[in-house]
């Protein structure tokens, strides 16, 4: 996992919760605004990061539990997928509209957006951690 990966996840973190923090800081609302048109393609390239990340973390699973490292780069997969999919889902949405797959993603995201919130304050925090750790390894 990369730098790369980090910076989306705190991107997408802050606009999955945009919502709160436009209520604790209104003037961050122009940030945001600028950022959000690009907020599926962001996704798009977490998603695909996230899912390339997690195939090479069960080819190394053995590794992967052996230490805290390890362990935080498996949280750093699961919220990126997560994120990544519920921001890029409009536009996969107009990729691959209409077929039963789409159906079973709307139900997916259905469930997945009642905890985006938390799901924005975990890729920020887990985010930033990532990059400190990318960094200074």
Same mark, same amino acid.
């Given at each position: 996992?990369?730098?790369?990966?980090?910076?989306?996840?705190? +991107?997408?973190?802050?606009?999955?919760?945009?919502?709160?923090?436009?209520?604790?800081?209104?003037?961050?609302?122009?940030?945001?605004?600028?950022?959000?048109?690009?907020?599926?393609?962001?996704?798009?390239?977490?998603? %695909?990061?996230?899912? +390339?990340?997690? +195939?090479?973390?069960?080819?190394?699973?053995? %590794?992967?539990?052996?230490?805290?490292?390890?362990?935080?780069?498996?949280? %750093?997969?699961? %919220?990126?997928?997560?994120?990544?999919?519920?921001?890029?889902?409009?536009?996969?949405?107009?990729?691959?509209?209409?077929?039963?797959?789409?159906?079973?993603?709307?139900?997916?995201?259905?469930?997945?957006?009642?905890?985006?919130?938390?799901?924005?304050?975990?890729?920020?925090?887990?985010?930033?951690?990532?990059?400190?750790?990318?960094?200074?390894?």
């Amino acid at each position: 996992m990369s730098l790369i990966l980090s910076l989306a996840l705190i +991107v997408l973190g802050l606009l999955a919760c945009s919502s709160l923090i436009i209520s604790k800081k209104p003037n961050a609302k122009e940030l945001l605004d600028k950022i959000a048109p690009f907020q599926g393609y962001i996704g798009l390239v977490l998603l %695909v990061l996230g899912l +390339v990340n997690l +195939v090479q973390a069960i080819l190394n699973i053995g %590794v992967m539990f052996s230490s805290i490292y390890g362990i935080i780069g498996l949280l %750093v997969i699961f %919220v990126s997928i997560a994120l990544g999919f519920l921001a890029s889902f409009t536009l996969l949405g107009q990729w691959f509209g209409g077929s039963a797959a789409a159906e079973k993603g709307v139900a997916l995201r259905a469930k997945l957006i009642l905890y985006q919130v938390p799901l924005g304050v975990a890729g920020i925090v887990l985010g930033a951690y990532w990059a400190f750790l990318t960094l200074t390894a």
